[in-house]
């Protein structure tokens, strides 16, 4: 991979969690807990995974520098979104925590030298994976829920419309207009 290449990639890593917090001011947090079905993620539940992953993450990036050649687990994310509670457990915290991991993990990776980026380790899934690939997919992973996020939005508002403001009729205006000076002592029939 060219430098430019990945430093466009390094860029987008660092830039994830703002992202991330820029697309939650989208949704109102009184739909964060709405499962579009049983088996799909709530908003609340994708951020929770990403603090776990975020986590996860943070080590393993530390192997490929530090251990180059060592497995890596993979997470077994819906067991762990079943078996950790994610409902119970605060989405500040987790958001707090993937802010300051990434971060951490972006400015350990912007000094690291050309050669350890073609170090690998063991993957589970993907085999030997060097830490180019792993930015790849690291990069991804944010706006991929991101992205899921806003679907769930989406599918919320179908079953959950934008409530409109009433319109009040002519009369309705005029009782109120007189309501306001009673209530304000004012004598009614006064201008």
Same mark, same amino acid.
């Given at each position: ?16 969690? =703002? ?14 807990? *709405? ?6 993620w709530s908003i609340h539940?994708? /951020?929770? =995974?990403?603090? &776990?992953?975020?986590?996860?993450? *943070? +080590?393993?990036?530390?192997?490929? /520098? ?9 997470? &077994?994310?819906? $067991? #762990?979104?079943?078996?950790?509670? *994610?409902?119970? %457990?605060?989405? $500040?915290? !987790?958001?707090?925590?993937v802010r300051r991991l ?9 000094? +690291? ?5 073609? %170090?690998? +380790?063991? @993957?589970?899934?993907?085999? $030997?994976?060097?830490?180019?690939? #792993? ?5 991804? @992973?944010?706006? =991929?829920? +991101?992205? %899921? ?10 079953? @959950?419309?934008?409530?409109? !403001? ?16 009673? &209530? ?8």
């Open positions: 991979m060219k430098r430019e290449s990945r430093q466009a990639l390094l860029d987008a890593f660092g830039r994830a969690p =703002h992202q991330l917090l820029t697309a939650l001011r989208q949704f109102p947090k009184r739909m964060w807990l *709405y499962k579009p079905s049983p088996e799909r539940e994708i /951020i929770l =995974h990403l603090a &776990d992953c975020e986590a996860h993450s *943070y +080590v393993c990036c530390r192997r490929f /520098i530090a251990e180059p050649g060592s497995a890596v687990f993979r997470i &077994d994310a819906p $067991r #762990w979104a079943g078996s950790l509670g *994610y409902f119970h %457990q605060s989405t $500040r915290e !987790a958001l707090e925590i990434r971060r951490t993990t972006h400015e350990l990776l912007k000094s +690291v030298p050309e050669a350890v980026w073609l %170090q690998t +380790v063991e @993957h589970p899934r993907e085999g $030997r994976l060097s830490l180019e690939r #792993w930015l790849e997919h690291q990069a991804r @992973h944010i706006p =991929h829920h +991101v992205e %899921q996020m806003r679907e769930n939005f989406e599918l919320w508002l179908r079953t @959950h419309p934008p409530r409109r !403001a009433a319109s009040r009729r002519p009369a309705e205006l005029e009782l109120t207009s007189t309501t306001r000076r009673i &209530d304000s002592g004012v004598p009614a029939g006064t201008p």
